[in-house]
């Protein structure tokens, strides 16, 4: 059955559609029986007025718009579940799209968004992404944006970012505290400002311990993958044999290291201790369970939509929005793959 | 800056908006110098039509809904994947939403679709759902509704499936033929098609290998946890010392079962096997790694968009829509979990 359409109504009852709709409405000029033929009409036909049109009048589309880089990613997923939930008490709906990590297809999304009258968009840049006009114009049609995750400082928007700094440096900081004094780092692609932020966090961890950085001890990894991971723990090995401490960048990756370790015979942690980022669900299964720092992606995806509706909020009483940044706390989940930490005297 | 509306430019200019509507449009009747004025006006502005408006006219919002139970959920996330990339193609965008397994809340969730006059909608039963009546209104509203994975065969709709019974039939089938005898399966809960057919496809295999159904061996999951599976683990061992395979009914259980084992010195494969259903990327970094059954969640994914797309495009015609379904195959991966097949001489 075609859908119920105004104009529908209105013909099969021979008469004007705006009469139809004022009808609806119980508007005081129109003719008590008519009135009721409508009605009855569009009950029996099971008519319901299309919210479109309604969130046209007030210029409210009442959908936001969530840009990805990547949905199959147990930190995307849980962003997406966050924002959902937190959009669902405000009676939003989300369009979600996948950037892929390519500039691309993030410029042709917005653009996508914009045709389609949302209220806002959330945006996670791709890792290709170095020119931000695209995030500009969307800003000057008077669409609010809010960067999570992966922003960028040259845009002025609201974001709700974590430290990755800082969590680096508390990931680094614990390896040292259980002992480790030779830690390799895994770093990922040299573009993401997640990735630098995390070597730079590494860095100053050991400046801070007066342990000398080495960047012989530093390798880079081509995709957040499994089997890089796997890869590279043969190759920190065969250069450094002394070392006693792996922190990688992701958790996939520091997966992929605890497997090359157990088939090499290498023991984590009393020879080698390993540490991820992310807190993935599969880091609780590995064997042994892999040591790492929460990235609270549903949280992420929580706060990233409250923000977005109070700057919606803002720009429809007129007033100009002035961006927040907020920053969610990440803390480190001790598991099985690093040493205990010593128990502090009193 | 607020957005630009139609009515905007009209003010500015002090000329009507369907002056500038038709101006824009390039109508032979608006005289040269007008047009003139209000593309001119309309670039400076940034001005771009607004197609939700445009979607109302030809009754069209090239918006899709999709009905998700759980989106942190490896199989769902590749599900989401596949139709975003489908959808893409023919230049449709998706609202998507989650039902968290409530029946009330996939309720209003298809209410909401329907207000937002979406032109289809992808639906998989939340594991409560008893009664079809807010799907039949969708329906009958004229609004063409596919379902995939989780379905009733009570709804006349297309839908895209695996054959739950076949597959789990295969696996345990698998475990036979690689010489297990006494074989376990832990199933889920009594409600949902799919646990009740992989329960009946393994009954299915027992029967044609003449090996005598024992209902003993059966374990009800109360949740589809990691720890459901280390704690029926050791049950299975406690009531069946002779056991030789396990067959869950989902991979995270599976995953439980492993680690118990392990704990228990219980060798797999070589004293017991373990087969888990859906191939979450998981498997592959359990110790040993998991052999099971591959649940193609993107491909799931993308046949549904297409199926739908058929059906708008049937409906747009005027016709009626036949419906659909569509299986897409399942395949067993062997990995170390299980023994090898014997070879066949031939």
Known sequence: MPKVTLKKLAKILGISPATVSKALKNYPDINENTKKRVLELAKSLNYQPNSLAQGLRNNESKIIGLVIPEIV???????????????????????????????EQEKSHLKKLMDKNVDGILLSLSDTTTEYKHIKQVIDRGIPIVMY????????????????????????QYLIDTGCRKIAHIRGDLKPQTTIDRFIGYKKALAKNNIEFDASLVYNCKGLTFNE????????????????????????????????????????PNQVSVMGFSDWFLTKITTPTLSTVHQPGYEMGQEAFEV?????????????????????????????STKKLPKISK
Not at 242 to 257: E, M, N
Not at 308 to 318: N, P, Q
């Open 73 to 103: 990613h147990h930190f995307f997923s849980n962003i997406i579940s966050g924002v959902i939930k937190a959009a669902e008490k405000k009676g939003y709906l989300i369009i979600i799209l996948q950037s892929n990590e390519s500039y």
């Open 308 to 336: 977005l509706y109070r700057d919606i909020c803002t720009l429809k009483k007129g007033l100009k929005i002035i961006p927040e940044i907020i920053e969610i706390p990440t803390y480190i989940v001790p598991r099985n």
């Open 149 to 172: 995750d992966k922003i960028s400082k040259l845009i002025s928007a609201s974001k709700v970012i974590i430290d990755d700094q800082k969590a680096a440096f508390n990931a680094t």
């Open 229 to 268: 991971g796997y890869k590279i723990a043969k190759k920190i090995i065969n250069d450094h044999k002394d070392v006693d401490g792996v922190f990688a960048f992701t958790d996939l990756v520091a997966t992929g290291v605890l497997k090359r370790f157990r088939e090499l015979d290498i023991h984590v």
